[in-house]
């Protein structure tokens, strides 16, 4: 996750093979991103526009 210049926010997936997505635009606008990992391997993000 990443919040472009544009102040929308983008994603890029990665595959179990290794190979990736390409940067996406999800539509919507955010200013301030954060993510954590959780102990059973798994992804938190949070996201917020203020």
Known sequence: MAIGN???IH???RFDK???QGRR???R???KAA???M???DGQILL???
């Open 29 to 31: 606008g955010s200013q």
């Open 39 to 41: 102990p059973n391997g």
């Open 25 to 27: 635009r999800t539509g």
């Open 18 to 20: 290794g190979s990736c």
């Open 6 to 8: 544009d102040g929308r």
């Open 35 to 37: 993510i954590a990992a």
């Open 48 to 50: 917020a526009r203020t």
């Open 11 to 13: 994603h890029n997936a």
